[in-house]
């Protein structure tokens, strides 16, 4: 299967760089679920192609990388959106949040412990049209018992790239024989 596709997203490396709460880099990430346009697909039993332009809504996480057998969880307490075009300024609800997400490293790799906060929704924003996002977390990360809850601030620039992928089926099931869905690879975040 093949996608080639044009991607209106928000540019984090170049404007918001991760913050540093209780010893873990943390980060925000948003993966584009919509897209604008003529968006087609093409299949002959075999082989598939689609063709799209992605864009928002997104889906969105924080995720905190650590230092092997440091840091245990991270919590998110509060969001809150504020746009530079449209002016929006908007909190998200705080009962959708505040589980905890221990840090694990995924089963088959090595590296760094990460705690992967998946945000329950979508982040209901279009680069193209709401412009500048800025994203301010309220959240605790736990380490050697010690809790050190931050407000961090991450500042995303709209962005245009591509997002070509090539995904051999039968590979992909074979990699993920054995392994739970937290431990599958994730594609497409930013």
């Not at 990388?65 to 609800?93: C, F, M, N």
């Amino acid at each position: 299967m093949s996608l080639v596709a044009k991607k209106h997203t928000y540019d984090m490396s170049a404007s918001s760089p991760a913050a540093t709460v209780n010893g873990a880099k943390v980060r925000l990430q948003l993966k584009p679920e919509g897209t604008d346009g003529p968006s087609f697909a093409l299949s002959a039993m075999v082989v598939g192609a689609g063709f799209a332009t992605l864009d928002g809504p997104f889906a969105w996480r924080i995720e905190a990388t650590g230092e092997s057998g440091k840091q245990e969880a991270l919590i998110v307490h509060r969001l809150r959106t504020l746009t530079s075009l449209t002016k929006r300024d908007e909190w998200y609800p705080a009962q959708h949040l505040g589980r905890r997400v221990d840090f694990r490293v995924k089963k088959g790799e090595t590296g760094p412990p990460k705690a992967v906060y998946e945000i329950p929704g979508r982040l209901d924003v279009k680069p193209r049209v709401d412009g500048v996002l800025d994203v301010l977390a309220d959240l605790t990360v736990i380490t050697q018992g010690k809790r050190e809850r931050k407000t961090v601030k991450f500042r995303l620039d709209p962005s245009q790239k591509r997002a070509d992928e090539f995904i051999f089926l039968p590979a992909e099931i074979v990699n993920s024989i054995g392994k739970g869905p937290d431990d599958w690879e994730d594609r497409g975040w930013d």
